[in-house]
């Protein structure tokens, strides 16, 4: 363009003048643009799991992926695979997508990855028909039976693709600030007997647990009487 006297900017403003507008992309190229950034997803151990990144550019667009600060090096494409998915996979991705002149990242991705192990017990159906994607409860809270000042732990394991969030209720009500996978009670009083139950959701779907009855028991204290039964 410098040998004819003409700058691109020149020949842009000409060709609008002109009403040639459709060869203006060949003179200023869009730039990048990631369109699909990657989810966030809980899995189980064993699952084939794929985390996508796509981008538009001009002339070519490359990929790599990341985890956490450290480069993966199969991960040169926009599709990061893995065919059996494991624990230690679980953590934070980011895929850079650059082109000749620049490059830009895409949004951070959780792969959370539950051990098999943890499910085994509570899991009801076939490990081999759950969907990468669908939200599903694999771990339902289970009822119990206390004394006063044991521990009171109740779990609620959830995978789907985005990332299941949690929120735990008893007796109808939501438990303020109670929103992991599990629910903790060190030391539980008669105050804390009562119904149970965790509702899981993300985007595009919700799910509650089954419910769980938590009994303490008064008279089941080292065969005394508990601090609660009156004469």
């Known amino acids: 363009m410098g040998e004819k006297g003409c700058t691109v900017t020149e020949l842009s403003d000409f060709l609008q003048a002109l009403e040639h507008t459709e060869v203006l992309p060949l003179l200023n190229p869009p730039g990048l643009k990631i369109t699909v950034n990657p ?7 064993g699952q084939f799991v794929k985390l996508c990144c ?5 002339p070519f667009v490359q990929y790599q992926w990341f985890k ?5 090096p199969y991960g ?10 494991h624990v230690k996979d679980a953590g934070f991705y980011v895929c850079r997508v650059n082109n000749s002149s620049t490059f830009e990242f895409s949004q951070w991705s959780q792969l959370d990855v539950c051990d098999v192990a943890e499910v085994t017990d509570s899991f009801q159906g076939s490990m081999d028909g759950i969907s990468e994607s669908r939200l ?9 039976r206390l004394v006063p000042g044991s521990m009171l732990l109740l ?12 929120q735990w209720f008893k007796d109808e009500s939501p ?24 509702r ?13 009855e938590v009994t303490i028991d008064e008279l089941n204290n080292l065969g005394h009487p508990g601090k609660y039964y009156k004469q």
């Open 68 to 72: 956490m600060n450290k480069e993966i």
């Open 39 to 45: 989810e966030s997803k809980a899995v189980l151990a």
């Open 175 to 198: 438990l303020t600030h109670e929103t992991k996978k599990h629910y903790t009670v060190p030391y539980v009083d008669i105050e804390h007997e009562g119904t149970y139950w965790c």
């Open 155 to 166: 779990q609620c394991v959830a995978i789907g693709s985005p990332m299941p969030h949690y």
């Open 200 to 212: 899981v959701y993300n985007d595009r779907d919700s799910q509650d647990s089954k419910k769980a």
């Open 136 to 144: 599903q409860i694999c771990v339902e809270p289970r009822s119990q």
């Open 76 to 85: 040169n494409s926009s599709e990061l695979v893995f065919n059996t998915v």
């Open 54 to 58: 796509r981008a538009t550019g001009h």
